[in-house]
């Protein structure tokens, strides 16, 4: 990983923090060694592939080697308060994302927020040429494909999804969604 990695890391999270609810249970799904946790001494669960084989262990937090939604068994029963997926869309197929959506309205309370943040995707060719000059590692920029942003209101869509919050940052390159899971029509909470 490189500073340019590390920094552009801590400004996703910086972003998130300000969303997440105070003392909720929070899931976040790429994790990659629990800085999430570690910043906000939030409790939860945290799962990502590539799990950093430094993380150490976190009170309160548990931590899943895993892909999502294919191993939510092996994350404690929900619900959860806030789900975060910081720089993960963009790598996830496009005909896998709905059943992303199925997997987190069942896993976050009525209320509960999805934070997701994604870039633009002219930030492909970006990434291309960070790479060549050895300012990114860009590990998995094979997994990019040009996802656009906008189409994350029709993934968590009405009347499962309401979206409180989009907002761009770093000159524009990088977007923040936030979501909020509601009660579907003739649903009891």
């Not at 262990?57 to 939510?72: E, L, N, S, T, W």
Request: hydrophobic fraction near 45%; charge should be negative; include cysteine.
């Amino acid at each position: 990983m490189t500073w340019l990695d590390r920094y552009l890391g801590r400004r996703r999270l910086q972003m998130a923090l300000p969303e997440l609810p105070a003392g909720g249970r929070v899931l976040d799904i790429g994790t990659h060694d629990g800085m999430l946790f570690r910043l906000t001494g939030s409790r939860g669960a945290a799962i990502d592939p590539e799990l950093a084989c430094t993380t150490t262990a976190i009170p309160g937090v548990a931590m899943v080697k895993g892909m999502f939604p294919a191993d939510m068994s092996a994350l404690p029963d929900g619900p959860y308060h806030a789900v975060t997926a910081l720089a993960v869309i963009e790598h996830i197929p496009e005909d896998e994302l709905a059943d992303w959506s199925s997997a987190l309205e069942k896993l976050l309370d009525p209320g509960g927020v999805l934070i997701i943040t994604v870039p633009a995707p002219t930030v492909d060719a970006i990434l291309h040429v960070l790479i060549r000059l050895r300012l990114a590692s860009g590990i998995e920029a094979h997994q990019h494909y040009g996802f656009r942003p906008g189409d994350l209101d029709s993934i968590f869509a009405p009347p499962q999804w309401r979206r409180r919050k989009h907002r761009r940052f770093e000159l524009g390159l990088n977007n923040q969604y936030v979501f909020e899971r509601t009660a579907e029509p003739g649903t009891a909470w």
